[in-house]
Each structure stands twice: as structure tokens, then as C-alpha cells.
């Protein structure tokens, strides 16, 4: 009697392993590949999406930096907030399409892209940091504030000064009254010029080297009019209160504007927009521009 032939060693039964197998490789592989095998129908939108984005975000980021330079270089508390704003706008409208793109790298991910993303993310948050100092600074206009106020109310105190002075000097030509008038208000005028190269200095320390001179300065302009007092008739006295009361006022805007010289923040935005902005955007740019080879690179060999 003939013994039948068990299963596992006929035909049926290897060609149902091969398939097994063959199925089971296929599942492997569209699992190790899937950012590459994504569908022949799909991977031109994905990348086209990616591109869309990447330009998306260099575009506002281009915007937000020239919109930031504006603001920075603004002659008006007005357009200088009106140009921080547009700048933050810019840097929103490149902040979503940096959430989309990485939406889309984690769907259908790449190593080289899942790694310049990092890096991106890494610099982009640096540069809305230094973006955020750069425009807080603008918008305040201190250094700005300290010049008008110089060439503007001191100005106008100090006109008020030297022609109160120059009364004096009237009926007085030759004498002592005319040397302490002459000591008076060459001390002011030198306060005056000291205003425009306190208000230009970036240094704490020079700053405090010129406020010393101006005190010397105010003082012998005080001295000078308390020995003026002593010389002048009755007749006299009510034109050196006048000149007294406008170097007050001329004291009081000068103490302004060195405040507001000290904060020195157009020289501080200026100065962040210059170098660490600037070198931040950059930085910035550069792997932007890696990204979006990377995507054209991986598009071409997915659809060749």
C-alpha cells in the first residue's frame, strides 16, 4: 500500500510559504521606507505643501527683519510702533507656517529634514528673542526724546538766558558785572554742547565723566550769578531773577534729558539690529535655504 505524502512537502504548501513571505518582507519594508513610499498621488502634494511652507517662512522672515529696521531707524514714536507691529506680524505669519512644516516632516518624516528642523527650531526661537528686545528697545526712542528736548525746550531756555544776561551787561560794560555775565554764560552754552555727545555715547562710564563736567559747569555758573547779585543795583535785581529763573528751567530740562540719554535705547537697538539680529537672520537664512533642498532633493527621488 502506497503512503500518501505529507503536506508541508508538496507544491501547494511552498508556494503558500513564499507568499507568506513575500508578504511579510513587503510589510517590512513599506514600514522602514514609508517616508519614501507614501503613494505615487500623494508625494507631490506632501512636497509641494513642505515647499509652500519653507517659503512661506522666509518671506515673512525677510519682512519681519526690514520692518524691524524701519522701526529701529524711525524718526517718530508713531512710525516706529507702527513698524514693530508690522515686524511682529511677519514674524507670526512665519511662525505658523513653521508649525504646518513640521506638521508635515512629522507625517511623513526624513532624517535629513527632521534634523535641519531641530536646528531651525533651535536658531528661530534666538531670533524672536533678539527680535523682541530689538523692537521694545525702538519703540521707546529715548536717545531720540533726549535730542528733541535738547534742540527744542533748552534751546529755547537758553535764548531766554543770554538775553537776560545780555540786560544786565547793559549799563555795566567793562566792569566785574560783565566778566561774571561773560563766566555765566559760557558755563551754560558748554552745559548745552554737552548734551550732544552724552546723548550719542553707548558707555556708562563716559557718560558719567561728561554729567561731572556739566556739574562744574553748573556751578560756576551759580557762583558767577550769586557774585553778579552782590554787584547789581536794586534797580537791576528783577533782571537776574529773570535770568536765574530761565538757567533753572534750562538745569531742569537738562536733567531730562540726561535721563532719558542714559536709557539709550535707540543706541541699544541699533547696535542688537546691527549684530547679533543681523547674525542671527543669517544663521537663519542658511539653513532655510538647506531645508528647501532637502525637500526638492527628496521629491525628485521619490517621483523619478
Aim: glycine share 4%.
Amino acid at each position: 500500500m502506497q503512503r500518501e505524502t505529507p503536506f508541508w512537502r508538496t507544491s501547494p504548501f511552498w508556494l503558500l510559504m513564499a507568499i507568506l513571505a513575500l508578504v511579510a518582507g513587503l510589510i517590512f519594508l513599506g514600514g522602514r521606507y514609508r517616508d519614501v513610499t507614501v503613494g505615487m498621488d500623494i508625494v507631490p502634494k506632501v512636497m509641494s505643501r513642505k515647499a509652500a511652507a519653507l517659503s512661506g517662512i522666509r518671506i515673512n522672515m525677510v519682512k519681519s527683519v526690514e520692518a524691524e529696521k524701519s522701526a529701529v531707524m524711525a524718526s517718530s514714536d508713531e512710525d516706529s510702533i507702527r513698524f514693530a507691529e508690522e515686524s511682529r506680524r511677519a514674524s507670526e505669519a512665519a511662525e505658523k507656517s513653521l508649525q504646518e512644516l513640521a506638521q508635515l516632516i512629522g507625517a511623513y518624516p526624513s532624517a535629513p529634514e527632521k534634523e535641519l528642523l531641530q536646528e531651525f527650531d533651535s536658531c528661530w526661537r534666538e531670533f524672536r528673542k533678539t527680535d523682541q528686545q530689538v523692537l521694545e528697545f525702538a519703540v521707546q526712542n529715548t536717545n531720540l526724546k533726549a535730542a528733541r528736548l535738547s534742540f527744542g525746550a533748552a534751546s529755547t531756555a537758553m535764548n531766554e538766558f543770554g538775553h537776560a544776561l545780555t540786560e544786565l551787561m547793559s549799563d555795566s560794560m567793562g566792569g566785574p558785572v560783565c566778566r561774571l555775565v561773560y563766566d555765566a554764560q559760557t558755563a551754560a552754552l558748554r552745559i548745552h554742547v554737552l548734551h550732544a555727545p552724552h546723548i550719542a555715547s553707548p558707555d556708562d562710564h563716559e557718560m558719567d565723566g561728561i554729567e561731572k563736567i556739566i556739574q562744574e559747569y553748573d556751578a560756576v555758573v551759580k557762583r558767577s550769578l550769586g557774585e553778579i547779585r552782590a554787584l547789581l543795583p536794586p534797580e537791576k535785581k528783577k533782571v537776574l531773577q529773570q535770568a536765574e529763573t530761565s538757567y533753572d528751567a534750562f538745569m531742569a530740562i537738562t536733567a531730562r534729558v540726561l535721563h532719558w540719554s542714559r536709557q539709550n535705547t535707540n543706541i541699544k537697538s541699533f547696535e542688537l539690529s546691527l549684530n547679533r539680529k543681523s547674525r542671527i537672520t543669517a544663521q537663519c537664512d542658511t539653513i532655510v535655504k538647506s531645508l528647501q533642498e532637502a525637500v526638492q532633493h527628496r521629491a525628485f527621488k521619490a517621483t523619478r
